[in-house]
């Protein structure tokens, strides 16, 4: 049988195994949510930075850029980190550039895997359905924050577990902790998360309304697939 883990943050990547493996990177709060969102609205392709002067040589090269830190967008970048930015005319066709405090670096860490995909809770049921018709083992690269774990990511890597399990085996405890956690707040995941510590931060900055866009399920089919350097929609 096919397993599916889960590794809580990046910082312990180098404990799990990510070659033959598809890894699903989840940054919920928000870079996926806004890379899923972003390809809903027709973007043309993300390519994921770990820095920020690597998005800004990109924005030279004549990218659309977007760079957060901290959960603000850096001055001098075009785009920020919400979804809502991405639902414009001004994406449609066009290739952006992107750094995040935790999400594009999740991403860049995933390289050696068979297939880097972006998941949030927006295309969790695109993702199950793709998962089904492959071969190989599943890992969730949940970003975190700063190498610390999170609620949010954790309960999406938990979605995934629940939805997967008649297919996949459970590979370590992480998967089974996520599970649960998830099904102990599935029915109302805003108040199941009210104290999360992004949710403070994003409360502090006035940025409520992307808490609630983030959490839907199954609104978009698409998926961001890494193709070499950049993602691109692969739709399902
Ligand atoms: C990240 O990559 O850490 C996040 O997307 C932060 C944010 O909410 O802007």
Not at 53 to 69: H, I, K, N
Not at 187 to 202: E, F, P, Q
Request: net charge neutral; with cysteine; aromatic share 8%.
């Amino acid at each position: 049988m096919k397993q599916i883990d889960v590794c809580f943050t990046p910082d312990l990547l180098h404990l799990h195994t990510v070659e033959n493996t598809i890894v699903v990177v989840a940054d919920v709060f928000r870079a996926t949510s806004c890379m899923v969102t972003a390809f809903a609205y027709g973007v043309n392709s993300i390519t994921p930075v770990a820095t920020i002067d690597e998005c800004r040589l990109l924005q030279e090269r004549g990218y659309l850029a977007a760079a957060e830190r901290n959960a603000r967008k850096v001055e001098g970048f075009e785009l920020d980190n919400s979804p809502f930015t991405y639902m414009d005319d001004r994406i449609r066709g066009a290739n952006v550039a992107m750094t995040t405090t935790n999400g594009t670096l999740a991403i860049t860490k995933s390289r050696s895997a068979v297939k880097v995909l972006v998941g949030s809770f927006l295309n969790l049921d695109a993702i199950v359905r793709f998962l089904k018709t492959e071969r190989y083992d599943v890992m969730v690269l949940c970003a975190g924050w700063k190498g610390r774990v999170n609620l949010e990511d954790t309960l999406f890597a938990g979605a995934l577990v629940e939805r997967l399990k008649d297919s996949y085996a459970m590979a370590e405890d992480s998967a089974i902790m996520a599970w649960r956690l998830y099904a102990q707040g599935k029915d109302n995941l805003i108040s199941y998360m009210a104290n999360a510590s992004h949710i403070r931060r994003l409360q502090r900055l006035g940025i409520q309304k992307d808490i609630a866009y983030c959490l839907q399920h199954d609104l978009y089919d698409v998926i961001p697939v890494l193709r070499g350097n950049a993602l691109v929609s692969m739709e399902v």
